[in-house]
Structure formats: C-alpha cells, structure tokens
C-alpha cells in the first residue's frame, strides 16, 4: 500500500455503524491505534458481491461524512448454498430465526459456513477505499449459548465446540472474522505511517 | 390519484430495464398506451423491502435520467421463508439453480409462494414515486418447461398444472404478477390524464 504512505488525516477516521455491540468489538481490538469516532449514518445498503458492497458504501460515506471513513459488513456464508445468505443474513436472521437459518441446509450434509468481516478504508470522498476481508471457517449448528448478538448462537468455528456466542468475548475476539479483518486494517495504518493534522483532533 | 391529474410529461416515459425479455413483456401489455422508451442504466440495487427498494430505485433513476420513469423489480417470495429469497431471488437463482431453490423449501411441508412485480413510476426528479404492485400466487416445483426466463420453471400458479415457463406467453400475460401491476400502471396512466408536451417527443 505504497500509495497511502505519507497521507495526511485531518481528522479522526469515522467508523459509521448503528451498531453498539460492533462498535464494543472494534474499539477491543483496535485499542488506541487510530484516532476514531462512530457515527451514526443511514446508508444505503446495496445487493451484489461482499466486497463491492463495502466498497461502494465506503465511497458514499467518504462523500457524506466529507473525511476519512471506516465501514463494516458481515456476512454468514453458507458454503452448500454458495456463499449465500452472504451478504442478506440480516433480513434471513430477522424473519428466519435462528431455527429457519438450520433449515435453510436441510437438504445438504455439508453444514460448513463461513463469517466473513469486510472493512473498506476511504481517506476521503476523492479516494478510491481499501478493502480488508477477514474470513473465520465453521459450521451452522442448532443454537448454543446466550442469544444477544446475531448469529453467534449458529456459528461453531473449526477446531472449538462452542459456538460464537459461547466464547468468552475475549477469546471470540482471538479469531473472529471481525478481528481478522481488523488486524489488516491496523497494519495498515502502521504502515502507511499516517500522520495526524493534530488542530483538527 | 387526484394529484397527478393534469401533470404534462414532457418526454416519453423512460422505461429503466436491460432485460430484453422485461421489456417484450412490458410492451406487450402496455401497447401503445403510454408513450415510453426504454434505457439501460446501471442502477444501485438495494436491501430492503420489496416496495422501498423500488422507491428508492425510482427516485435514483428520475435524477440520472432527468424526466419521468418507470423502474420494475420483480420478487419470488416463499411463504415459509416469510417472503424470503424475495428481492435478492436473482443471486439465488445465479449461485443455487432451480434444484437449489426448491432445496431451500426441504424442511417445509409448505411450498407455496408468491411472485411479486413492484413498478415505481416517478414523474421526475422532484416527485415522490407511485409504486404498483401485482402478486400471483402459486407453488415452488421442480423445474418444467423451457429455461430461458429465470425462475419461470419452478414456479406453478394456483390454479393451472402449468409451470410460468409452460405457459403460452398470452395465457402467463394473463395472470401473471407483471401484469397485474402493469395493469395498475396503466390505469393510473389513463385516470390521471397526463397530457403530452409533442414537441418532445
């Protein structure tokens, strides 16, 4: 990432979510290593390819917000359904159920799944964004362990018997989708050597 | 509809589509009751619910092409997945195939589901859209019949024996979800007494 060496932030990057618990889990991993604030933004939310997705919602974040952009997606990815639900699991978790996502393989032997985390990078509304894909392999299980966050009851990643939502957050955080793709994102940071217009902080 | 009485259009309805199929089926329903043109623009495609999808759609489209348009967006929509693949039918279909679909409904004694045309007719960029929906209902089957319309050959309106793609194209005109909303578009057309500015056309 040569190109972003040098690149001046005149602002704290905007990690746009609605989400509480996503913004809980960023701030762990991410800790102090990047000057960020949250904001609340009503994006639109678009069909098609995971990384498409995130890029074109950074693009247009970048030129609402009118700075430096952070911008998340999950995806639940059914391997013997293609990667689908993908990109839509909000709207099947929602009307679906823990119970209906089961069903959804029901004709398959093969339950294996995917999480995938994508964060996209805008430096601003005239950058085209980075995207950081962070994958955690598993399968879909009937529902274990506390029922606050998602499909985490659903996910069993390869090589634990607890599903997501039995981890210890600090554990989960060790191999989550979403810390893989933030680790990318931290590492990029530390090597572009971002450097701060400090009046603006 | 009293507030779209006497609106002149300027310009030919601009019919937003790069379906040519869509747009043989439009024009044999909608004759030459309505002066239209069809264009293909690449349009952001959005999660959501089947009518403020299209909304947006239209809005999205009266911007880009300045003028009066008619957007359309079709949904097949399974009663035990609560609606669900619904707007995102066409990556389903892409990525699982009419075996994949049908494999979707394997926990469910319930096969029934519904085809679902939204229209949005947005008389310019300023307008709020009008939305048009025709819903026919039906069953999810085993592929019959010819496969060269999507989801035509697994899905049997109530009714007839016939899958969509079995049909005669007169006979599926006549029940089919895009007619029904058309038919809604095109009594709108006619009550709302539009007059045309000729030299435009």
């Not at 905007?14 to 989400?19: G, H, I, L, R, S």
């Not at 991410?30 to 098609?48: A, H, M, T, V």
Request: charged share 25%; with cysteine.
């Amino acid at each position: 990432m040569a190109a972003a060496r040098g690149l001046v932030l005149s602002r704290p990057v905007t990690f746009v979510t609605a989400n509480a618990k996503k913004l809980e889990e960023v701030r762990a991993i991410l800790g102090n290593s990047i000057p960020f604030q949250s904001l609340k933004l009503d994006l639109p939310e678009l069909q098609g390819e995971p990384e498409d997705i995130s890029k074109e919602k950074a693009r247009i974040a970048a030129l609402q917000v009118n700075g430096p952009v952070l911008v998340e997606d999950t995806c639940l990815c059914f391997n013997a359904l293609k990667g689908l639900p993908g990109p839509y699991i909000k709207w099947f978790l929602q009307k679906l159920g823990h119970e209906g996502l089961n069903n959804l393989l029901m004709a398959y032997d093969d339950k294996s799944a995917y999480a995938l985390c994508v964060f996209s990078f805008a430096a601003g509304p005239d950058s085209e964004p980075i995207t950081f894909s962070g994958k955690t392999p598993g399968k879909i299980v009937p529902p274990r362990g506390p029922n606050d966050f998602g499909w985490d009851p659903i996910f069993e990643p390869d090589g634990y018997d607890q599903t997501y939502a039995q981890m210890p957050k600090e554990e989960k955080n060790k191999i989550s989708h979403r810390s893989k793709s933030l680790a990318l994102v931290k590492s990029h940071f530390a090597e572009a050597r971002f450097t701060f217009d400090v009046k603006n902080f």
